[in-house]
């Protein structure tokens, strides 16, 4: 299956990037949306609008990007391994920091579907200054991210 793996690489990479793209913009869209959705008046029609939007973004968009993200990153992964003649070279910063930050975007997915679930049920208690400041966490990660799977992996 590794010769497959590496020589699906191109492939791979294709549907990583394309799945990235489709997470990220969830991810900075969505806590936009809470941030508009504090102002709402719960039960009208802005609270009932942004409910139906934040719910399909997550659901539709965002879910299945990051699986698929996750998914090919893997096979990358492993193909990477098989190219490179072992997994030791996982063990190198530069890795360890995109792993590590690639786990703290996932984290905050986790935190945005919790907070999803909040205004679903009425029961937001965080206030606009907060989903502001959240809403600059994955910019920053992303920035992190793309800067070493470019200039830093080999």
């Known amino acids: 299956m590794s010769e497959h793996l590496i020589s699906a690489y191109d ?3 294709g549907f990583h990037i394309l799945a990235v793209i489709a997470w990220m913009a969830g991810m900075l869209y969505l806590p936009r949306l809470f ?4 102002n709402a008046e719960p039960g009208g029609e802005l609270d009932r609008v942004l409910k139906l939007q934040e719910r399909r973004l997550l659901k539709l968009i965002m879910n299945p990007a990051m699986i698929a993200a996750w998914v090919f990153g893997a ?3 492993w193909s990477n391994a098989e190219r490179a003649g072992g997994w030791s070279i ?3 910063w530069d890795w360890l920091v995109k792993l590590a930050a690639i786990s703290v975007m996932t984290g ?5 579907a919790i907070r999803n679930q909040h205004f679903a049920n009425g029961t937001n208690n965080w206030s ?3 989903y502001r400041i959240y809403n600059e966490i994955p910019a ?4 992190v ?3 070493i799977a470019t200039v830093a992996l080999r």
Not at 35 to 38: A, F, P
Not at 108 to 112: A, E, G, R, S
Not at 140 to 143: C, G, S, Y
């Open 90 to 92: 996982f063990l190198e």
């Open 128 to 130: 606009q200054r907060k």
């Open 145 to 147: 991210i793309v800067l």
């Open 11 to 13: 492939w791979l990479r």
């Open 35 to 38: 941030v508009y959705h504090c």
């Open 108 to 112: 905050l997915h986790h935190v945005f």
């Open 75 to 77: 096979l990358l992964i």
């Open 140 to 143: 920053v990660l992303a920035i």
